[in-house]
């Protein structure tokens, strides 16, 4: 028998957390109360289990593991659909959250999907062997969107992120595509969502969403747009 994985992720309280997952598709397959609250969850060849303790701060967790799968698109479609039909809309902030889904230096397509417990789930699928990041861009605006993504995603640092995208967006002798504008606008709207800043993100929801473009571009942005419709359905807090 091939060796398997399991990750054991913390939570406060169970049942949020397993609510949560089966918003996903997950199927609940073993639960147990006492002596220590414990939880199983599975979908297809994915399983995660759940430990519950009362002193846990999930705002606060830096819990994590990573999903590999080979239809990343697909998953993220799942997810979404799971998740606006329980919520009633896509949580962008706060917890739960799910992240947007994007091309990453490191060769792999993947999204982040935080759960009530605070745990980040990273799915992804490899898209190269290359498995350390690339050098960064060249070019002004594809570099900010390679700095201010990481700083984001991968640092959790969403104020650095916001300065990258505010200095960017400020530049008067280079402009950016209509599709590099748009992914600048959206994670610009999105990390100001996560700061608090409503004013910021409603400024930059409405940029967004002004922008004229062609079918190409509509093709080429697909996964901004998808932010796009997220973020301008998830209410303000």
């Known amino acids: 028998m091939p060796e398997k994985t399991i990750p054991i992720l913390p939570c406060r309280t169970l049942q949020p957390v397993l609510d ?5 598709g997950f199927e609940v397959t073993y639960r147990q109360r006492s002596p220590n609250p414990y939880a199983v969850v599975e979908r297809g060849a994915i399983e995660l289990q759940f430990f519950a303790m009362k002193q846990y701060e999930p705002t606060v967790s830096v819990s994590t593991c990573y999903v590999l799968t080979d239809d990343v698109d697909g998953l993220y479609r799942s997810f979404r659909a799971g998740l606006k039909e329980t919520y009633g809309r896509i949580p962008t902030r706060g ?3 799910v992240g947007p889904l994007k091309d990453m230096s490191y060769g792999v397509r993947q999204f982040l999907v935080t759960d009530p417990g605070g745990n980040c789930v990273r799915v992804g699928q490899r898209t190269g062997e290359e498995r350390h990041h690339g050098p960064a861009p060249e070019e002004t605006f594809a570099r900010a969107l390679h700095f201010a993504s990481l700083l984001a995603d991968s640092k959790g640092d969403t104020a650095g992120a916001a300065k990258v995208i505010d200095r960017a967006l400020r530049l ?6 209509p ?3 748009l992914q600048l606008l959206v994670l610009r709207a999105d990390v100001a969502g996560r700061l608090g800043d409503e004013e910021a993100t409603a400024a930059a929801l409405a940029r967004a969403a002004a922008l004229d473009l062609t079918e190409a571009e509509r093709h080429q942005g697909r996964d901004a747009l998808m932010r796009l419709s997220d973020l301008r359905g998830s209410p303000r807090r």
Do not use: M, N
């Open 20 to 24: 949560f997952y089966t918003a996903l």
């Open 95 to 97: 917890l739960p959250r």
């Open 172 to 177: 008067t002798d280079e402009t950016p595509t």
């Open 179 to 181: 599709v590099q504008l």
